[in-house]
């Protein structure tokens, strides 16, 4: 029986951050800029200008990164408000916009 706990509770508590981590939570902000590709330049640059003005953001906004401590990023949970969450994604949107934006050269004249 006892072995079953020294096994059991690490088990759970390493389940309880699976997914609410911090580190999780921010690598999930970062997008890939490749499905915005198929958007056309003008519609693209109109969703992204919007969504930095939804979240007051600037428009050539990056998803930020905290400084949990090392080694401790996938055990620190995830605190912070869903407000500040979803201003974090929007970064993390926008930032995917902006590159789909550059390699395809939108906005410059040709």
Do not use: H
């Not at 990164?65 to 500040?84: E, H, I, N, W």
């Not at 789909?100 to 040709?110: H, M, Q, Y």
């Amino acid at each position: 029986m006892r072995w079953n706990l020294v096994v059991l509770a690490p088990c759970l508590a390493m389940a309880g951050c699976v997914g609410t981590s911090i580190a999780e939570r921010q690598d999930a902000n970062v997008q890939s800029s490749l499905q915005y590709d198929s958007v056309p330049c003008d519609q693209l640059l109109a969703q992204r200008n919007a969504l930095a003005q939804r979240f007051r953001l600037p428009q050539d906004a990056k998803p930020s990164f905290a400084d949990p401590g090392v080694g401790l990023g996938p055990f620190t949970p995830d605190v912070r408000s869903k407000a500040q969450r979803d201003l974090e994604q929007a970064s993390g949107r926008i930032d995917a916009m902006n590159r789909s934006i550059a390699r395809r050269e939108c906005g410059k004249p040709g």
